[in-house]
């Protein structure tokens, strides 16, 4: 595991969950550790809605001051440059998953490549925008040239939230293997709780996730 970790992925690809989990996995291995909420163009499922049990976790967070609000300035906190400031801590970076989103990666690009990190892109092939190999792929590259940073891995991410099930993988891997060949980056973990892995046969290392975004529905139950 490397000390940076930036985590991109389309809306609803669980990247969040992702970089949540993956936080708290750099914390056992590194002693330390920080995540940056800088997801300014999806105001739901953010990394500052778990922000309480991350610091109880002893995970350091920074977002951006009117997130979990409903007020819509997209504008990022200057704490961001103490990731790069402070290397004996590990840090992951949850960043908007489209072009748009991957613009306020780019200007932390001259800090960023004096690093060897990880550029994950948490992939679900259930969602209608990435689907398909070809849809990952065009959107892998925006990213790429947006923010300037190099995609390194992909995470299999495929699932219908709580509706999910070993069936859902079905087809994942046949697509993510079409996308690992053609953007020449392997499919590194593939995630999804503990159960469901339990019954899947990959190449992947297994990623099991605790969740922790709740539906908006949810919160009326």
Do not use: W
Not at 15 to 27: G, M, S, V
Not at 176 to 195: F, H, M, R, W
Not at 199 to 215: H, I, V
């Amino acid at each position: 595991m490397k000390r940076l970790n930036i985590i991109t992925g389309h809306y609803g690809s669980g990247k969040t969950e992702f970089a949540i989990n993956y936080a708290l996995r750099l914390k056992e291995a590194f002693g330390s550790a920080t995540i940056c909420d800088m997801d300014i163009v999806n105001p739901y499922f953010r990394t500052h809605d778990a922000s309480e049990f991350l610091m109880q976790s002893g995970i350091k967070v920074i977002a951006p001051e009117y997130a979990g609000t409903n007020l819509d300035l997209p504008s990022l906190p200057s704490d961001i440059f103490s990731v790069f400031a402070d290397r004996s801590a590990a840090a992951v970076l949850d960043v908007g998953g489209d072009e748009d989103g991957a613009i306020a990666l780019g200007q932390y690009y001259p800090h960023i490549k004096q690093e060897d990190y990880d550029m994950f892109m948490v992939v679900n092939t259930k969602r209608p925008d990435t689907s398909d190999a070809e849809s990952i792929i065009s959107l892998a590259r925006e990213i790429q040239a947006v923010s300037r940073c190099n995609i390194t891995a992909i995470v299999n991410n495929a699932n219908l939230s709580y509706l999910s099930g070993k069936d859902d993988f079905i087809g994942s891997f046949e697509v993510l293997d079409e996308v690992s060949q053609k953007l020449g980056v392997s499919v590194k973990y593939i995630a999804g709780s503990p159960d469901i892995l339990a019954q899947l046969d990959s190449d992947a290392e297994k990623f099991p996730m605790q969740l922790f975004m709740q539906l908006p529905f949810d919160a009326f139950a």
